[in-house]
């Protein structure tokens, strides 16, 4: 991977591509209201989901999914109530996140942690 946002880029498609091959179906990638942004938001069944992908080129400081830090989470949860306003949203929703460690710059392993985080 050349640059960080190539390496972002590629997180993000290797993402869509587990969670179609999930049977997720994506309604938006890089939702933005404001300064909040939710990489992925799909539908798993009848639950909204709000995906946030983390891709790591090394697991030395952690694993990917370990970068989804509080202060992380309140923006997602952030932008979900937005997108739910936004768009009337009314039903079960999730906070999964998609944590991708990719190794010699080509293979991707990619781990769904479903519910990963709660809205208080």
Do not use: C
């Not at 991977?1 to 179609?20: D, I, P, V």
């Not at 404001?34 to 694993?63: M, N, P, Q, Y």
């Not at 992380?72 to 906070?95: M, P, S, T, V």
């Amino acid at each position: 991977m050349a640059t960080h946002l190539q390496l972002g880029q590629f997180g993000e498609q290797e993402a869509k591509r587990y969670l179609e091959a999930q049977a997720y179906q994506i309604l938006a990638t890089n939702w933005r209201y404001k300064h909040w942004e939710v990489d992925i938001i799909a539908k798993d069944a009848d639950i909204l989901v709000f995906v946030e992908v983390k891709i790591r080129t090394s697991t030395a400081f952690g694993e990917p999914f370990s970068f989804v830090d509080e202060r992380k989470q309140r923006n997602l949860i952030k932008a979900a109530e937005a997108y739910l306003r936004i768009n009337g949203h009314e039903g079960d929703i999730r906070f999964d996140i998609v944590s991708i460690h990719v190794q010699n710059n080509k293979e991707a392993n990619v781990q769904l942690i479903k519910d990963a985080f709660w809205s208080n």
